[in-house]
């Protein structure tokens, strides 16, 4: 997909797709300067063998903010590997907000997920990456699952993050204390803006509400706003990112702290 900006609108310049992933529809419930894109692949879920490829151009002065229907479901494999790639791409003064729903991993699941963003200096950036492991309300657990995991960022020649996970159902790392800690949700934050200040992150930290069960933070590393939740409710990470998201939107001069109606239904 590749977004631009022309005539005081950001639009929907080109999109190409092979098999069942599609743009569901393009809205603009905030005006014509900022395009909502809702992202649906019918199946629901991804199969071993599946392959999935997601490409987000954004050009000079579009603004897309981009989301799901719904969670994505990674089955159970008997022996192929699922795979997700997805590139993002920014141009000077562009902004997308990535806010996709979480991905949920059944127990004897195979997955690699690779992220690649390319960023500008003057672009924004705003996303979130919430991963369950198991499914608790049918009292299923992560025992056997295999999950490779990839998250780059690059502005320009250098790179912010490389961010490399594996998680392996059998593996003590999914109980250590220095691990998942036992927990079953794993979910990061994160906003690359020029504006962003240590200042601000502080304040972010303040909207934070204890939880005696779940652990959370807030770090300002290489010009990127990053907020970690580890614990046992997608939907808590969800609200606490929801609430960062919407804090942030007006002070950073992205937007109104508007959910997209897709959430809600």
């Known amino acids: 997909m590749s977004f631009d900006f022309a005539q005081n609108k950001s639009r929907l310049l080109s999109k190409r797709h092979y098999g069942p992933l599609r743009i569901q529809k ?4 905030e005006g014509d300067k900022i395009c909502h894109v809702i992202l649906l692949h019918p199946p629901g879920g991804v199969a071993g063998g599946d392959s999935l490829t997601i490409s987000l151009d954004v050009q000079q002065g579009a603004h897309v903010l981009a989301t799901q229907p719904g969670a994505t479901k990674w089955y ?5 590997s699922a795979k997700q790639d997805i590139f993002i791409r920014l141009s000077e003064e562009s902004t997308l907000e990535w806010l996709p729903q979480e991905n949920i991993f059944f127990d004897n699941t195979k997955s690699t997920i690779t992220t690649s963003v390319e960023l500008t200096k003057n672009s924004i950036f705003f996303t979130w990456d919430i991963n369950c492991f198991g499914r608790r309300l049918s009292n299923e657990t992560f025992k056997q699952g295999e999950l490779s995991t990839r998250y780059r960022i690059k502005l320009e020649d250098k790179w912010l993050l490389n961010e490399q996970g594996f998680f392996l159902g059998t593996d003590s790392f999914m109980n250590s204390p220095v691990g998942m800690a036992k927990k079953s949700v794993w979910a990061t934050f994160m906003v690359y803006h020029p504006l962003l200040t240590p200042e ?3 304040e ?3 909207l934070v509400a204890e ?5 959370v933070g807030l770090t300002l590393n290489n ?5 970690r939740y580890l614990g046992d409710s997608s939907e808590s990470a969800k609200n606490y990112f929801i609430t960062l998201w919407q804090f942030l939107r007006p002070i950073l001069s992205v937007g109104q702290p508007n959910s997209p109606r897709i959430w809600r239904t």
């Open 76 to 80: 159970k494999s008997a022996g192929l």
């Open 204 to 206: 972010c930290r303040q």
């Open 211 to 215: 939880e005696k069960e779940s652990f």
């Open 200 to 202: 601000l992150m502080i």
């Open 26 to 29: 393009t809205l603009y419930p």
């Open 223 to 227: 010009g990127i706003l990053f907020a």
